[in-house]
Nanobody, 124 residues
Framework: QVQLVESGGGLVQAGGSLRLSCAAS????????MGWFRQAPGKGREFVAA????????YYADSVKGRFTISRDNAKNTVYLQMNSLKPEDTAVYYC?????????????????WGQGTQVTVSS
């Protein structure tokens, strides 16, 4: 079992920045690839970014490429999402997720563990 706790969400004006953190406990953090997803009201959960176990590879949705950066610190059991140049359409609940299986990083069902989510609201 892996427990995930997100933090760092909040209210920010368009063009601003936030950094989300996701702290993991339980089994060996470095054994898991990590992802960030988001869900806006009335919409499905969508992929935002992912990072491989050793941080050698990162993946981004086209909508956030060049604005968001995912990183991880395996010594601190934490994954981060730095969000810059935020837009109102980035408003959503952001979830971190962990997976040990193979498959597309972009697909919700390939992740085994999820956090409770943190709200990000971007005002225009």
């Amino acid at each position: 079992q892996v427990q995930l706790v997100e933090s760092g969400g909040g209210l920010v004006q368009a063009g601003g920045s936030l950094r989300l953190s996701c702290a993991a406990s339980g089994r060996t953090f470095s054994a898991y690839a990590m992802g960030w997803f988001r869900q806006a009201p009335g919409k499905g959960r969508e992929f935002v970014a992912a990072i491989s176990r050793g941080a050698s590879s990162t993946y981004y949705a086209d909508s956030v490429k060049g604005r968001f950066t995912i990183s991880r610190d395996n010594a601190k059991n934490t994954v981060y999402l730095q969000m810059n140049s935020l837009k109102p359409e980035d408003t959503a609940v952001y979830y971190c997720a962990a997976r040990s299986r193979t498959g597309s990083y972009y697909v919700v069902s390939t992740y085994d563990y999820w956090g409770q989510g943190t709200q990000v609201t971007v005002s225009s």
